[in-house]
């Protein structure tokens, strides 16, 4: 396998990782509903990307799945959880925590595309690196929702 | 005595002129039955607070009552007309159910109290809060209906006594994306336009702006352009067939929730049609390129899909902005209180800045407000912003109000953006705000998905305070309830949508125990004990004056600019409008007219936000994209709304205005004409859909979404198919309490735009039942 494909591989990986920490924590704040919709929305993005990156793996013989992996099962249970907690103030925390893994997955995704886009230059695959251009600043506007989030929230949820 | 027609004539007779000519005056009063004009005792100087309007009006007194109101003639903003809601309104002064002594709770009950026990129990509950959790268990929701001088008050209380971030008005959810949009767009909030552009303007754009009901005498003004010679043409953007579509060129009726992907569409067109200037983007814009890209991928025909308009028309439309030689845009609900808001907001914004049609006569924009004080909620910092326009994250800013407050700045919070108001509910529901402070509002009504709402107030562990002049669903909910002071009972000033600023004189004593509420939030401050550095008292001022003058000094060098104003100049004339110094003693008509803008990153309110995911930029981000500080074009992807009707739920749910009405009808709907003329809830639906339901003109009707129904009558209109309206003022104060079917807001859904943090009350999917034939 070419190393290229080994990083595209590496990216769908760590993607659907992203997107699948994205609605995890839609679900699990629920009653936070800016965060639960705009988790959503974002984990989309990431389903874009895996779509993306899923097509242009066969250029290499990649066999990458188009779909991004659901989390339907528990997500109904989590939401309601997240109802019955809705009054209590430890989600604040937890919430932090969720933020914090996103920003951390969000980064490490845009590592992988800096990399991949990186190899599309060396390899000069044109094609690749327009996928880098249209999907690595998403990545970073992921990551930086979650910085500004945690921003936002952690003073009261740690000073109260 | 009456020189208007009655109640079902909201605008009036007609006074046509043609473009560029001044605005005919006419004069429009109403006195009291029986009451003549020689009869009044004296017309004391004040302004319209029914609407953002900001109309000048006299009020007529006769032995302490008020019996009347006179529109003022001389005022640039009206010329004498007045708006039905004032014209009759002002009876609600006197309603006999005014809140007249203070009320405490005991034992679960309501019971009148004095001023001292009402006091005491706020500042015992405040000072064990601030020993036990700190100033961020203390929260402040607001009004868009107080004066300048209270909410300059409220504030400096607020973030600098108390030093808690949360603070926000009720503007939250009628005019924080005008805000919003400006910032992103100019770098700071302040209107670009004047009323005056009307009298200029060969293109009207309005974009789900009803104008025709909510600022009648703006729409008088329009009304008349369109009777005089060389009309403007009209573009309306609305889903419902507002007497606005009725006189437009184009009406273009989008899917609720599509507006960034119209706005887009319309962008494509005038890009593509080569409908741009290209030497006013190269001079004063930065971030076309992007604008360029992303609208690309909005043609006609992908636009006409998403939003479910006919293409023809679309073109149509573009041809109508794109060709026009003075363009003036207004804004109002239809965008801020709709998915995506910031960002189809700002494309407006985007529309001038590509055809450089800004700070010319006709040419401007009007990112509306929806209540008459709402500019103050702003500029004061008592809504989500600081005092003058000032910078949360530029630490030099936050040295300038402490240097102003004396305070040390550490004392004032500035490590995020001030609290809005739906995540101040939600930290009260999870237990860690444990006081809010509501003044002039009713948010048992007028937010979204009310059985939350009453859920979280009606808690025990919260402490509920309301200030207000009636009893309202709110202060039914409250430990503790001040009777304040109404409109007319106290001096004050207040700001209108095109900066027009406006003083408004006591006329009449409050009823009963009733203060205003600066002298509540002042007895609170001095109970407290509040000091600055040196232990003086903050604030340090007395009355409305001395407060008007240390605004002055906050605003100073400021774009909201008042150190040209006083009492004095604000006296007998006409309004004027801000920034008025040294520069401009007479104030200033538009803003913008150089092309130079408030943006530069060190004087900048607001260094902007991702437009889908609100993340603020960093400082050395905005330096870097605007070190010259120019005007900012921002692009928007289209994301589809949260809620899409389904097969379940599969009619679109928007709320909104009557003419007759304001906010919950606190006030109007005790002033018997204008409830009479409106006195229930009502459901639009469209004829087609109504025929497909079975249903007919007055049937009762259920409208049903996953968090509650309404029951009301079915008007069946050329509304959008697939669209239903409810009007969002009725509540519960006059009866109608079992079950809580009445409100709007029961069914609204709790989300909000990540960049303005504007609740959405205009994407919510809903079902309709017929469940019984007209009353």
Redesign the interface.
């Known amino acids: 396998m070419k190393k290229i494909a080994l990083a595209i591989v590496e990216l769908h990986r760590s993607e659907r990782t992203l997107a699948r920490t994205l609605r995890a924590a839609a679900a699990r704040h629920h009653s936070d509903q800016d965060i639960s919709h705009l988790a959503e929305d974002l984990a989309r993005w990431s389903d874009d990307h895996v779509r993306a990156l899923a097509q242009h793996g066969r250029h290499y013989g990649l066999r990458l799945s188009a779909r991004p992996r659901r989390v339907r099962v528990t997500r109904w249970v989590q939401e309601r959880v997240s109802a019955v907690l809705r009054r209590r103030p430890e989600p604040a925390l937890l919430l932090l925590a969720d933020l914090r893994r996103i920003h951390r997955t969000a980064a490490g995704v845009s590592l992988d595309w800096e990399l991949l886009g990186q190899g599309a230059q060396a390899t000069k695959d044109h094609e690749l690196l327009q996928l880098t251009a249209r999907c690595h600043p998403q990545a970073l506007r992921q990551m930086r929702w979650s910085n500004a989030m945690l921003k936002e929230l952690s003073p009261q949820a740690l000073s109260t | 005595m009456r020189t208007r027609g009655g109640i079902a004539d909201p605008w009036g007779s007609r006074t046509p002129y043609g473009c560029g000519e001044p605005w005919p005056q006419r004069v429009d009063t109403h006195l009291a039955d029986g009451v003549e004009p020689e009869q009044v005792q004296r017309w004391v100087q004040s302004a319209a607070v029914l609407h953002s309007n900001g109309d000048g009006i006299d009020i007529g007194v006769r032995d302490g009552r008020i019996v009347g109101v006179r529109g003022r003639a001389v005022d640039r903003v009206n010329h004498g007309r007045v708006d039905i809601k004032d014209l009759f309104g002002w009876q609600a002064n006197a309603a006999p159910d005014r809140l007249t002594t203070p009320l405490i709770r005991r034992h679960g009950r309501l019971v009148e109290c004095d001023w001292d026990t009402a006091m005491d129990e706020i500042v015992r509950r405040s000072r064990t809060l601030l020993d036990e959790?700190?100033p961020?268990?203390i929260g402040f929701y607001t009004s868009g209906q107080l004066f300048l001088e209270e909410y300059y008050t409220q504030g400096v209380i607020a973030h600098g006594a108390i030093g808690t971030?949360h603070v926000d008005g009720n503007t939250r959810l009628c005019t924080a994306t005008a805000g919003e949009a400006l910032k992103e767009s100019f770098g700071c909030d302040g209107q670009p336009g004047s009323y005056t552009d009307v009298d200029h303007a060969d293109v009207i754009a309005l974009y789900g702006h009803n104008v025709a009901e909510t600022q009648t005498v703006l729409w008088m003004r329009m009304l008349d352009r369109l009777a005089g010679p060389d009309p403007p043409a009209i573009v309306c953007v609305d889903p419902r067939p507002t007497p606005v579509a009725r006189y437009a060129t184009v009406h273009l009726a989008p899917l609720p929730g599509t507006n960034v992907a119209l706005m887009n569409g319309l962008l494509h067109e005038i890009l593509h049609h080569g409908w741009a200037d290209h030497t006013y983007l190269e001079n004063h814009t930065v971030g076309y390129d992007e604008l360029r890209k992303r609208v690309s991928e909005f043609p006609p025909s992908r636009v006409a899909r998403i939003c479910g308009i006919d293409a023809a028309e679309l073109r149509r439309a573009a041809e109508i902005i794109g060709t026009a030689h003075r363009l003036l845009s207004t804004v109002l609900q239809g965008f801020y209180q709709s998915h995506q808001a910031t960002a189809a907001a700002v494309q407006v914004n985007n529309v001038h800045l590509v055809r450089g049609m800004l700070g010319r006569p006709g040419c401007g924009i009007l990112q509306m407000n929806g209540q008459p004080t709402a500019e103050n909620t702003r500029e004061c910092g008592a809504d989500g912003d600081l005092a003058g326009f000032r910078n949360w994250a530029n630490d030099s800013h936050i040295e300038e109000l402490a240097e102003l407050w004396n305070l040390d700045p550490l004392q004032i919070?500035h490590?995020?953006?001030p609290?809005h108001c739906?995540?101040m509910l939600?930290?009260a529901?999870?237990?860690?705000?444990r006081m809010l402070w509501v003044t002039a509002t009713n948010p048992a009504v007028s937010l979204p998905e009310l059985a939350r709402i009453r859920e979280i107030l009606a808690?025990e562990r919260l402490f509920l305070v309301v200030e207000d002049i009636f009893p309202t669903e709110t202060a039914e909910l409250a430990d503790v309830v001040l009777p304040a002071a109404a409109w007319a009972e106290k001096t004050g000033t207040f700001t209108n949508t095109d900066r027009t600023v406006h003083i408004s004189e006591q006329a009449v004593d409050p009823p009963g125990q009733a203060r205003s509420d600066l002298e509540i939030f002042l007895d609170y401050a001095r109970r407290m004990d509040f000091r600055d550095r040196d232990g003086r008292p903050l604030p340090p001022w007395n009355t409305a004056e001395e407060a008007f003058e240390a605004w002055q000094r906050c605003s100073a060098g400021r774009p909201c600019d008042y150190t040209g104003l006083s009492y004095a100049k604000l006296r007998g004339g006409s309004g004027i409008q801000w920034p008025c110094n040294d520069d401009h003693p007479d104030g200033t008509e538009r803003l913008y007219s150089d092309g130079k803008f408030w943006a530069a990153p060190d004087y900048c309110e607001a260094y902007g936000k991702?437009l889908?995911?609100?993340?603020?930029l960093e400082p050395t981000e905005y330096r870097a994209m605007n070190p010259d500080g120019k005007a900012i074009i921002k692009a928007a992807e289209y994301?589809p709304a949260?809620e899409r009707p389904s097969p379940e739920f599969p009619y679109a749910l928007i709320t909104g205005r009557t003419v007759y009405h304001f906010h919950t009808r606190t006030k109007t709907g005790r002033t018997p004409e204008l409830d009479a003329a409106a006195p229930q809830v009502w459901v639009e639906i469209s004829v087609g859909d109504a025929r497909q339901l079975g249903i007919a003109e007055g049937d009762l009707v259920e409208v049903r979404t996953p968090r509650g129904c309404v029951a009301a009558a079915a008007r069946l209109t050329e509304i959008r198919p697939g669209v239903v309206f409810l009007p969002f003022h009725y509540g519960y104060w006059d009866g109608h309490h079992d079950g809580h079917h009445r409100a709007a807001n029961e069914l609204t859904l709790?989300?909000?735009d990540?960049v303005s943090k504007q609740p959405i009350f205009k994407t919510a999917a809903a079902a309709l039942r017929r469940v019984g034939g007209g009353a």
């Open positions: 959790h700190g961020s268990s971030n919070p490590y995020a953006p609290t739906m995540q939600r930290y529901e999870e237990g860690t705000l808690q991702d889908i995911t609100g993340a603020p994301v949260h709790t989300d909000w990540p």
